[in-house]
Every structure is written in C-alpha cells, then in structure tokens.
C-alpha cells in the first residue's frame, strides 16, 4: 500500500496571520526604542551645550568681580545661540547672588535650562556653584594699605640706620 502524503503549497492563512502578529510587535516595540534613543540624544545635546554656555557665563562673572564689579542677580535671561543652528532648543540662563557661609565670600550660582521651543517646557537643567571674595568688601584696598605701610616702616627704618 502506498500511502499517500498530501502536498502543501504556501502558507496557510493562520501561519500568515501569526507571522504578520509577530512583525507588528516587533516594529512597535522597536519604535519606541527609536523613540527613547532620540529624546536621550536630544538630552544629552542640550546638557553638552548648557554646560558650555554655564561655564561661559560663569567666565563672565568671574571676570567681572576681578574688575572689581559685584555680581548682580539675572533671572530667566535668554541666550543668543550662534553655534548650534539645527536645535530647536531655547537656553536661558539665571544667576543668583547670595553670601557664602564664609565672611567677604559670595556665592555664586548659574543655572542654565535648555527650552523645548514648541512646547516651551524644560528638557535639561545644568548649574555651577562657585565662592568669591566679595568685591565690595576692599580686600585689595585693604591689602595695598598694609603693604604701603610696610614700605613706609621699611623706609623710616632704612632712614635711621
């Protein structure tokens, strides 16, 4: 006896339905693993560029209090961005001006926020805290005094030997 086998061509409709199932699962969930890697590239983006523009102002200020200028409190200041022209990220900047624990210090602490431009909420914060001498205070003055007078007690006691 022969027996007969009985010969499939194709698929049949529930291996094709499994399959389709399977690829839709598949695209969804790999979305939105493309979706997560560009808000995280997004983020890290503007982190990077907050950094850069914090450390940048935080230059400024500095420079001012050597000038002897005292460091003025700015809230929500935007940024004019010329290097990064493909962002639709806003950045605004805050400084605040507060007595350090230690006295004649100040403490000074920038704070840079990247803005969604559409939606204007905030995707990233970065913020840098540093002590100074406070300008106001005269230390310098005070220092060029003493070493005036050190030089005036150098020269009477030059002029009586």
Same mark, same amino acid.
């Given at each position: 006896?022969?027996t007969h086998?009985? /010969?499939? %061509?194709?698929?049949?409709?529930? #291996?094709?339905l499994?399959?389709?199932?399977i690829?839709?699962?598949?695209?969804?969930?790999?979305? /939105?693993?493309?979706?997560?890697?560009?808000? =995280?590239?997004r #983020?890290?983006?503007?982190?990077?560029?907050?950094?850069?523009?914090?450390?940048?102002k935080?230059?400024?200020?500095l420079?001012?209090?050597?000038?002897?200028?005292?460091?003025?409190?700015?809230?929500d200041?935007?940024? #004019?961005?010329?290097?990064?022209?493909?962002?639709?990220? =806003?950045?605004?900047?805050?400084?605040?001006? &507060?007595?350090?624990?230690?006295?004649?210090l100040?403490?000074?602490e920038?704070?840079?926020?990247?803005m969604?431009?559409d939606?204007?909420?905030?995707r990233?914060?970065?913020?840098i805290?540093?002590?100074?001498? %406070?300008p106001?205070?005269?230390?310098?003055?005070?220092?060029?005094?003493? #070493?005036? &007078?050190?030089?005036?007690?150098? =020269?009477?006691?030059?002029?009586? =030997?």
């Open positions: 006896m022969k086998r009985k /010969r499939r %061509d194709g698929f049949s409709l529930l #291996e094709i499994l399959a389709l199932a690829l839709g699962g598949s695209l969804a969930i790999l979305s /939105r693993i493309v979706d997560t890697g560009m808000i =995280a590239a #983020e890290s983006r503007d982190l990077a560029a907050a950094r850069v523009l914090c450390q940048t935080l230059a400024e200020v420079l001012d209090t050597q000038m002897g200028i005292s460091p003025q409190g700015v809230a200041a935007a940024f #004019e961005i010329p290097f990064d022209s493909q962002s639709n990220s =806003a950045f605004q900047y805050s400084i605040e001006v &507060l007595p350090a624990p230690l006295d004649g100040l403490s000074i920038i704070s840079v926020e990247s969604d431009a939606l204007g909420e905030a990233t914060r970065y913020s805290t540093r002590w100074v001498i %406070d106001l205070l005269g230390l310098e003055e005070a220092e060029a005094e003493q #070493e005036a &007078l050190l030089e005036e007690q150098a =020269a009477l006691q030059g002029g009586d =030997a």
